[in-house]
Nanobody, 127 residues
Framework: EVQLVESGGGTVQVGGSLTLSCVAS?????????IGWFRQIPGKEREGVSC????????YLTDSVKGRFTGSSASAKNTVYLQMNNLRPEDTAIYYC???????????????????WGQGTQVTVSS
């Protein structure tokens, strides 16, 4: 059974930092799925943020967080991380760990879900 368990959300002031963690089990990280992070802002569609390969490292990072967020993994622990620095109010969302993939498109690389989701963790950035 695929399981994805997130931790590390919370409330932080503008300009602060948080690190999200996701422990994965029930599948082979890379052979079966990549692992990444999506976020859902109230009233908006769920957005892919970061998709990570165990062997190749970061595969995708959405433009709005480049220079501030970093996706990484600790392969021995089957764990992925999202280091979030210089947080802004518009980063406030529920962040979901999920299995992911990337595909090319006419508008650049797109990040897709591969169908398995964690329970989500709230990140709130207060001004």
């Amino acid at each position: 059974e695929v399981q994805l368990v997130e931790s590390g959300g919370g409330t932080v002031q503008v300009g602060g930092s948080l690190t999200l963690s996701c422990v994965a089990s029930g599948f082979h990280f890379d052979n079966d799925y990549y692992i990444g992070w999506f976020r859902q802002i109230p009233g908006k569609e769920r957005e892919g943020v970061s998709c990570i390969s165990r062997s190749r490292g970061p595969l995708y990072l959405t433009d709005s967080v480049k220079g501030r967020f970093t996706g990484s993994s600790a392969s021995a622990k089957n764990t992925v991380y999202l280091q979030m620095n210089n947080l802004r109010p518009e980063d406030t969302a529920i962040y979901y760990c999920a299995t992911c993939s990337t595909v090319p498109s006419a508008w650049g690389t797109r990040m897709l879900s591969s169908g398995h989701w964690g329970q989500g963790t709230q990140v709130t950035v207060s001004s």
